[in-house]
Every structure is written in C-alpha cells, then in structure tokens.
T-cell receptor, first 108, second 115 residues
Framework: KNEVEQSPQNLTAQEGEFITINCSYS?????LHWLQQHPGGGIVSLFM???GKKKHGRLIATINIQEKHSSLHITASHPRDSAVYIC??????????FGTGTRLQVFP | NAGVMQNPRHLVRRRGQEARLRCSPM?????VYWYRQLPEEGLKFMVY????????ESGMPKERFSAEFPKEGPSILRIQQVVRGDSAAYFC?????????????FGPGTRLTVL
C-alpha cells in the first residue's frame, strides 16, 4: 500500500463545476503539499499546509490531521485548470513522498 | 527573480553513454532535491543536497547514479552508462532552508530519452 493515496485517478468536469480531489496518507507528517503539473510542463507548488485550510483564488486546500486526509477544491472550474494534481507529504525529513496524481480534464 | 532552472530540457542519449543534468536553484536557495518521474508513474525522491554535501541519497540507485552540488555552480545529476530504463523526467527542486515543513520550488524538468 502506498503511503500517499489519491482519488480519483482521473476526473472529467464541465466548465463551472466544483471539483474535489482527495488525498489520504498513512504516516505521521510534518506538512502536506499540493502540486500542479501541466502536460509536458513543469511542476508548480499550489499549497503547503500542516493544519486547517488555505485559499488562493479559486483553489482551496484543507487538511484533517487526525483523519490523515486532505482535499483540494477548485471552484468554478475552467479548461485551463486541466492538469495533473499531485499530493505529497513531508515526514521528519526534507524529502517529499508523492501520490500518483489525479488527472483532471475540464471541458468547455 | 529567476526560478529554478534546469538544463537541458530534453536530452537524448544512446545506451552506454553518460547523461549530465544540471540544476540551478533559485537565488538564495542552498538546498537542492532531485526527483525522478518514470513514464506513467509518480514522482520519486532521489537525493537531497546542500552546498558541497549530500544529505540524503536514500532514493538513488546504487550504481551508475551520482549527484553533486559544488560550492560554485549548479547541482549536477550524473548517470553513467545509461540504459533504456533510465528514460524519465528528472525534476530538481530547491528551498531556502531545511526543515520538516519547507516549501520546495520545482524546475521545469529534464526529459531524458535513452535510445
């Protein structure tokens, strides 16, 4: 079993829909990261959080430490949100452990 | 303020050749991480370096792979005698400090193809 599990693996949505991507982890962590990877492109860090909730534009990330679970929400989704969203955790060291990613496609 | 830079962006090598991947961290960052993304797989940690020191190389294959981060110049990930299974995207990330909850900034990656 992977230490970081994401669901769903693939997600399609119509423009304007509210989107939720889930991440569960099985180890104690110091922080959880949400990353975005565009096709053929690099990786952008969206959020780093260790408790509570963070918001940036149409993106919201939440984490429940007791339940070892985090969610990434996208409100009013747009085709340009189409990308792979990756959850990663850092343990007691600096290295990150990654989920396998959620491939999101938003259609106009 | 340039972000993390990696070069080359694409690298093609024949089996048995050497591959050198370079990573220049963001200005003011002295911590560098290398990650590998095999086709259709998730990212995996390879090595963590500070200037002139390898801090954690627990993700590095035991043979043919090495990494350095000299006092001057970029960090280098070196793969000797490449094989087809080395074909992957190699990402570098950097951070200003070390610690348990530190944001890492990623470069655009180097896509290595071994023929």
């Amino acid at each position: 079993k992977n230490e970081v599990e994401q669901s769903p693996q693939n997600l399609t949505a119509q423009e304007g829909e509210f989107i939720t991507i889930n991440c569960s982890y099985s180890v104690g962590i110091s922080a959880l990261h949400w990353l975005q990877q565009h096709p053929g492109g690099g990786i952008v860090s969206l959020f780093m959080l260790s408790s509570g909730k963070k918001k940036h534009g149409r993106l919201i990330a939440t984490i429940n430490i007791q339940e070892k679970h985090s969610s990434l929400h996208i409100t009013a989704s747009h085709p340009r949100d189409s990308a792979v969203y990756i959850c990663a955790v850092s343990l007691n060291t600096d290295k990150l452990i990654f989920g396998t990613g959620t491939r999101l496609q938003v259609f106009p | 303020n340039a972000g993390v830079m990696q070069n080359p962006r694409h690298l093609v090598r024949r089996r048995g050749q050497e591959a050198r991947l370079r990573c220049s961290p963001m200005k003011g960052h002295s911590h560098v991480y290398w990650y590998r993304q095999l086709p259709e797989e998730g990212l995996k940690f390879m090595v963590y370096l500070q200037k002139e020191n390898i801090i954690d190389e627990s993700g590095m294959p035991k043979e043919r792979f090495s990494a350095e981060f000299p006092k001057e110049g970029p960090s280098i990930l070196r793969i000797q005698q490449v094989v087809r299974g080395d074909s992957a995207a190699y990402f570098c990330a950097s951070s200003r400090t070390s610690g348990r909850a530190v944001e890492q900034f990623f470069g655009p990656g180097t896509r290595l193809t071994v023929l």
